[in-house]
């Protein structure tokens, strides 16, 4: 399967604890994104790197969310001292170059804090 | 006011029907544009781009009104697994979706 992979799949936690989902992109897409999913809402965008560099972050993004791409290949969103209000599907998406060029999802990581 | 705001459904349609989903966006810069599907819990995928010129792919046929910044998709013939939730989306480098219009058609 040469698709967007995440894992895990899925992720139950305890509210304030430290989570980490990591996303490996379709090989030779440069561009890399995180959503954030919640129900009857669209996706809302995070973050995007091209290559390693994080060249944005939407205000969405808290200081507990950190994100990184090393080495331009996959990446990883951490969430710190997880919230009730964290629950919620992250989709990660990559595409080679920016717009027009649409982006391929992966299966998404669905996130339950209790 | 949303960057992209789109009809708010349910449409719930027979087998055979002809469905129109219309959406609009608010930024002038955007730079692309796309219909997506997404099926309950899962990922979103990318159903058509759609062109000023207007393009067709099969049943399905999208339109982009730049000038009034209006987006539609038209679905011909409806058959039961296009029954999904169908996401307007404008490409500023990010994706800019609508909440999703849902589609439900029954036999």
């Known amino acids: 399967d040469t698709g967007v992979s995440q894992n895990p799949r899925h992720k139950i936690t305890k509210r304030g604890q430290n989570v980490t989902f990591r996303c490996d992109p379709i090989s030779e897409h440069n561009r890399l994104y995180w959503y954030r999913q919640t129900l009857g809402q669209g996706p809302e965008f995070l973050t995007y790197?091209?290559?390693?560099?994080?060249?944005?972050k939407s205000r969405l993004l808290s200081d507990r969310f950190s994100a990184e791409r090393p080495k331009g290949s996959f990446s990883t969103l951490e969430i710190q001292r997880t919230e009730q209000g964290d629950s919620a599907m992250y989709l990660c998406?990559?595409?080679?170059?920016?717009?027009?060029?649409?982006?391929?999802f992966g299966d998404g990581t669905r996130l339950s804090i209790l | 006011r949303k960057e992209v705001e789109q009809d708010p459904g349910p449409f719930n349609v027979p087998e055979g029907a002809t469905v129109a989903f219309n959406c609009t966006y608010s930024n002038s810069a955007s730079q692309s544009f796309f219909w997506y599907r997404q099926d309950c819990r899962k990922e979103p995928k990318l159903l058509m781009s759609v062109y000023s010129s207007g393009n067709e792919d099969g049943r399905f046929t999208a339109q982009l009104n730049r000038a009034s910044q209006y987006i539609s998709l038209l679905i011909r013939d409806s058959k039961l697994s296009d029954s999904a939730t169908y996401l307007c989306?404008?490409?500023?480098?990010?994706?800019?979706f609508g909440t999703g219009t849902r589609l439900q058609v029954f036999p």
């Open positions: 989306v404008v490409n500023t480098d990010k994706l800019i």
């Open positions: 998406a990559s595409s080679l170059g920016g717009a027009p060029r649409p982006q391929h």
């Open positions: 790197f091209q290559n390693e560099a994080q060249l944005e």
